[in-house]
C-alpha cells in the first residue's frame, strides 16, 4: 500500500540537466525525512542528497554534487524533486529516491540517468 514512483530520467550530454520526481502515495503522512540515492554501474549505492523538514530543517549533499543539485519537496503532492544541472558523465547512476517513515525506509524503483560524454 505503500508506494514511490520515480520519473524524469532520460539521456542528456554532459552540462545539460534533468529533474527527477518521486511521488509518494499510500500510508504515508509525511514526507519530512527524505533522500536521494544513486547507484553507479557495478558500483554501490550512494547518498546524493537529504532533507528533513520536521522541525529544523536541514539538507546535505555529497560534495560531489553540491552546487549542482537541489533536494526539494512539494508537501500537497506529496512529491520528491531532484533538480540536476550541469551534468557530469560520472554522474551516469540509477537514481533512488527514499523516505523514512515511522522507522522504515521506502524506496523508488530507480530510474535511469546517463550523461554522455
Known amino acids: 500500500q505503500v508506494q514511490l514512483v520515480e520519473s524524469g530520467g532520460g539521456l542528456v550530454q554532459a552540462g545539460g540537466s534533468l529533474r527527477l520526481s518521486c511521488a509518494a502515495s499510500?500510508?504515508?503522512?509525511?514526507?519530512?525525512?527524505m533522500g536521494w540515492y544513486r547507484q553507479p554501474p557495478g558500483k554501490q549505492r550512494e547518498l546524493v542528497a537529504s532533507s528533513t523538514s520536521g522541525g529544523y530543517g536541514w539538507t546535505n549533499y555529497a560534495d560531489s554534487v553540491k552546487g549542482r543539485f537541489t533536494i526539494s519537496r512539494d508537501n500537497t503532492k506529496k512529491t520528491l524533486y531532484l533538480q540536476m544541472n550541469s551534468l557530469k558523465p560520472e554522474d551516469t547512476a540509477v537514481y533512488y529516491c527514499?523516505?523514512?517513515?515511522?522507522?522504515?525506509?521506502?524506496w523508488g524503483q530507480g530510474t535511469q540517468v546517463t550523461v554522455s560524454s
Open positions: 499510500g500510508s504515508i503522512f509525511s514526507i519530512n525525512n
Open positions: 527514499n523516505i523514512n517513515w515511522h522507522g522504515n525506509n521506502y
